[in-house]
């Protein structure tokens, strides 16, 4: 059991003390003296008076285009200053960097139009020749014999047709 009064040690000079009222006060005036100083030589930019306001010293001007696909880019109030719109254009960045050290990327994207010709439908003119063209391959046994049955399957409407018509018409009938 401890038995006794407490005391109090005095303090050595300038540890833990905020020091007299005077010293709080020279202090509090060398530190806006070294803010005035500081904020007279800094130079403001001339193409924009207004830009270091309250929020503090102005920034880089960011991106405005990401450099992957082009999209906007939305710089934040703080942090490094943006070059992609997102983590996927970041990576797809890094990922072509990457392939053009080992000698490995694309040089250059070039789009292009491609034209399809498309098979017109064959008018009143062209079915002779094209039926011609059908003959001359059944000739010169260009066509299969495993075709010939979907070939006749086909063929019997277009008779069947030729030679309702040619009664009425009057012309050529075939048999």
């Known amino acids: 059991m401890v038995t006794g009064s407490l005391e109090t040690c005095p303090e050595p000079d300038g540890m833990g003390t905020s020091g007299s009222p005077d010293d709080r006060s020279r202090r509090r005036d ?16 001339p193409s924009d008076p207004g830009a270091a306001d309250v929020h503090g010293p102005e920034r880089r001007t960011a991106a405005t285009a990401c450099g992957w696909c082009g ?37 250059k994207l070039v789009e292009r139009r491609v034209e399809v010709q498309v098979p017109l439908v064959p008018s009143r003119r062209d079915w002779p020749r094209l039926l011609g ?8 046994g260009r066509v299969y014999d495993r075709d010939l049955p979907a070939l006749a399957r086909a063929l019997q409407p277009v008779l069947e047709a030729y030679r309702r018509r040619a009664r009425l018409t009057g012309a050529f009938d075939v048999r």
């Open 133 to 140: 063209e059908l003959a001359d391959q059944l000739n010169d």
């Open 30 to 45: 060398r530190e806006r003296q070294r803010r005035q100083q500081a904020q007279r030589t800094t130079p403001k930019s």
């Open 71 to 107: 999209g906007p880019i939305t710089p934040g109030s703080r942090g490094p200053i943006p070059k992609w719109c997102s983590a996927t254009c970041r990576h797809r960045a890094w990922e072509q960097a990457r392939a053009a050290a080992s000698g490995r990327s694309a040089v």
